[in-house]
């Protein structure tokens, strides 16, 4: 090999080396702004900051502005809500669940909830009829639901199973008819999500004035997301007996369905078209199940301590 072919060989070496490092450069780069950029996706997708605290004000403050009314009677909101709840597979969801009530029996059940979206913190509701007659339901004076037809079909419990005497037992009994159910919800795509029934009644209560001499609702939930509601009744006839009847009420507008002992006793549709209501919009708000957005955006968080 001659000088000059050495040269050549160090000027090749040499621009190699270059065109390595170069391509070093543009590697580092290139992920640079590929992270800069998931960065930047990340923080779009992102939801504005609330603390807990914060959003269970604007629960509490968003429930206080609904008025209730059915057969004339306006119903009455407990104070506090019957529980906080968070969904963790389902977009982080967090909400609350709130109950009205009539001469102490739930009329109406309503979660208040939040996800995160690129837009930031949406909310919903999602009101639920228990009651036994057409309901209106206003918010900040403007009707946003109005089921005409009851929310609940009573069925007696069978084999019947006489309600005992104190408090104490007939919640032990409740508890023992409860966990003869289980319930399923029918997720797009054929996913199948077997729903945990949550032993502790979300609610307690009794009505005199509606012959109820004991009842409670219990919830089949994911995570603790309320998906199927449970109600069991003590109920008084005109004659006097009383016997536990049951009834079921949906809470996501997937399709549903609720077993007793192996069972069927109660399914219900998937309502895809719920995914995406306003508030008032027909004919959906006219249905014993409702969901819509919450038309204003959420105040700012400093505006809920």
């Given at each position: 090999m001659n000088a000059n072919d050495g040269t050549t060989c160090n000027r090749i070496e040499s621009q190699k080396?270059?065109?390595?490092?170069?391509?070093?450069?543009?590697?580092?780069?290139?992920l640079s702004v590929l992270l800069s950029g998931s960065s930047a996706l990340a923080q779009k997708a992102?939801?504005?900051?609330?603390?807990?605290e914060e959003l269970?004000?604007?629960?509490?403050?968003?429930?206080?502005?609904?008025?209730?009314?059915?057969?004339?009677?306006?119903?009455?909101?407990?104070?506090?809500?019957?529980?906080?709840?968070?969904?963790?597979?389902?977009?982080?969801?967090?909400?609350?669940?709130?109950?009205w009530l009539k001469?102490?029996?739930?009329?109406?059940?309503?979660?208040?909830?939040?996800?995160?979206?690129?837009?930031?913190?949406?909310c919903?509701?999602?009101?639920?009829?228990?009651?036994?007659?057409?309901?209106?339901?206003?918010?900040?004076?403007?009707?946003?639901?109005a089921p005409d037809t009851p929310?609940?079909?009573?069925?007696?419990?069978?084999?019947?199973?006489?309600?005992?005497?104190?408090?104490?037992r007939r919640l032990t009994q409740m508890r023992s008819i409860a966990r003869s159910f289980d319930g399923l919800l029918y997720e797009p795509g054929g996913q199948i999500s077997k729903l945990t029934l949550i032993p502790q009644p979300?609610?307690?209560?009794?009505?005199?004035?509606?012959?109820?001499?004991?009842?409670?609702?219990?919830?089949?939930?994911?995570?603790?997301?309320?998906?199927?509601?449970?109600?069991?009744?003590?109920?008084?006839?005109?004659t006097g007996k009383v016997d536990w009847h049951f009834a079921t009420a949906r809470s996501h507008f997937y399709a549903l369905e609720l077993n007793r002992n192996g069972e069927r006793v109660w399914q219900?549709?998937?309502?895809?078209?719920?995914?995406?209501?306003?508030a008032a919009q027909k004919p959906w708000m006219n249905a014993p199940y409702f969901i819509f957005f919450e038309s204003q955006p959420l105040p700012a968080p400093e505006t809920l301590r």
């Open positions: 080396s270059i065109c390595e490092e170069t391509m070093q450069m543009v590697v580092v780069a290139c992102s939801v504005e900051t609330y603390t807990a269970q004000q604007h629960f509490l403050n968003v429930a206080g502005n609904y008025k209730m009314v059915v057969d004339q009677t306006q119903l009455k909101l407990r104070p506090q809500p019957l529980m906080y709840w968070q969904n963790p597979v389902r977009k982080q969801e967090q909400g609350a669940l709130f109950a001469n102490g029996r739930p009329a109406a059940m309503g979660s208040i909830f939040t996800y995160g979206a690129d837009e930031g913190t949406v919903r509701h999602e009101m639920i009829s228990l009651a036994d007659a057409p309901l209106e339901s206003r918010l900040n004076g403007v009707v946003v639901w929310g609940l079909k009573w069925q007696p419990v069978i084999p019947s199973i006489s309600p005992a005497i104190t408090p104490t979300v609610l307690r209560y009794e009505s005199p004035e509606a012959g109820v001499v004991d009842g409670a609702v219990f919830s089949l939930a994911v995570a603790t997301d309320p998906e199927i509601f449970l109600v069991l009744e003590a109920q008084k006839d005109n219900v549709e998937s309502v895809p078209e719920l995914l995406l209501t306003d």
